[in-house]
């Protein structure tokens, strides 16, 4: 079940910001034909909701239990892909901006991150430490290649006219398929006997960045 949650963890790595900031500035500038004030406002207000996403998935999960706030949130993830890509005007990708809230910069995988670390504790007998220095250096790479392949995809469809097809990849990679994965899975197995009630709750640590 470990190896699961890394793949699902890893897949949504490719929605964060670190990932997406040049296919964003690709997009204002080339496509939206932005100034650089209106591209400055657009990616503060990014940040900024950055910031207090993280506020809503401490209320949510506790709320909701970890599996209701993780398939809302990849649902908005998905959502606001799709806006981008069907949507291509300074209205759309603003809407975007806000479907995207639950989910943005990865915050929606954040009930899975914490199950994972206690996977790796409670299942796998690594500690909590050293599933997160491993968990660190395959972010770290996906980091690097993330950009490179939206940035890649971007040029290529902007060959053919069809630049906002990116959208429909980051979509693909960064929403469906982990959200697909989570919808295999049974609670049985995020949650066994062992696992903590508080775990189960949804009262689970945030991973923060």
Not at 86 to 102: E, H, I, M
Not at 142 to 157: E, Q
Request: proline fraction near 3%; glycine fraction near 12%.
């Amino acid at each position: 079940m470990l190896r699961k949650l890394t793949v699902f963890n890893l897949l949504s790595v490719f929605s964060e910001g670190k990932c997406l900031n040049d296919l964003n500035q690709l997009w204002m500038k080339s496509n939206l034909g932005w100034t650089v004030p209106q591209t400055a406002n657009w990616t503060i207000s990014y940040g900024v909701a950055m910031f207090f996403s993280g506020y809503l998935a401490k209320f949510a999960i506790p709320v909701c239990g970890p599996r209701l706030f993780t398939h809302c949130a990849y649902a908005c993830g998905l959502g606001a892909m799709m806006i981008n890509a069907t949507q291509q005007s300074v209205t759309g990708f603003w809407a975007g901006l806000l479907v995207n809230f639950p989910a943005i910069n990865g915050i929606g995988g954040s009930a899975m991150k914490a199950i994972a670390t206690a996977e790796a504790i409670e299942g796998a007998g690594m500690g909590g430490g050293e599933y997160a220095g491993a968990y660190a250096n395959l972010r770290a790479f996906i980091y690097i290649i993330g950009p490179l392949l939206y940035s890649r995809l971007y040029a290529r469809f902007s060959l053919s006219g069809t630049a906002g097809n990116t959208w429909f990849a980051v979509a693909l990679i960064g929403f469906l398929l982990p959200e697909m994965l989570h919808l295999s899975w049974k609670d049985s197995e995020l949650f066994p006997k062992k696992r903590t009630k508080q775990l189960k709750e949804g009262s689970v640590a945030l991973e923060e960045g």
